[in-house]
């Protein structure tokens, strides 16, 4: 199991900008892929972005490509969500997640181990 801590989130103006971490530990070797996802309120848990451990290659969801940017440390095992031009409608508890090599990196159920979550409020 890889335990996830983020940090980061907070209350923003409408344009600003926010950096998520999420710092990784325990079996980090089983991890392949690293995901940020965010759930508003009434919604479903929806995919943000996602990092490959071995090169750093990033999907990105539609809503926050050109906005949102994700990058990992592998010496600090940990990943980070740039999170630049903010929108009200990015509001949400952000999560990031741990997944293996196999699996489609957007989809919810393929991730293994999550982060407890950390909350982006966007006022406008």
């Known amino acids: 199991q890889v335990q996830l801590v983020e940090s980061g989130g907070g209350l923003v103006q409408a344009g600003g900008s926010l950096r998520l971490s999420c710092a990784a530990s325990?079996?980090?070797?089983?991890?392949?892929?690293m995901g940020w996802f965010r759930q508003a309120p009434g919604k479903e848990r929806e995919f943000v972005a996602a990092?490959?451990?071995?090169?750093?290659?990033?999907n990105y969801a539609n809503s926050v490509k050109g906005r949102f940017f994700i990058s990992r440390d592998n010496a600090k095992n940990t990943v980070y969500l740039q999170m630049n031009s903010l929108k009200p409608e990015d509001t949400a508890v952000y999560y990031c997640?741990?997944?293996?090599?196999?699996?489609?990196?957007?989809?919810?159920?393929?991730?293994?181990?999550w982060g407890q979550g950390t909350q982006v409020t966007v006022s406008s």
């Open positions: 997640a741990s997944k293996g090599l196999y699996g489609n990196y957007a989809i919810v159920s393929k991730y293994d181990s």
């Open positions: 325990g079996r980090t070797f089983s991890s392949a892929y």
């Open positions: 990092i490959r451990w071995s090169d750093g290659s990033p």
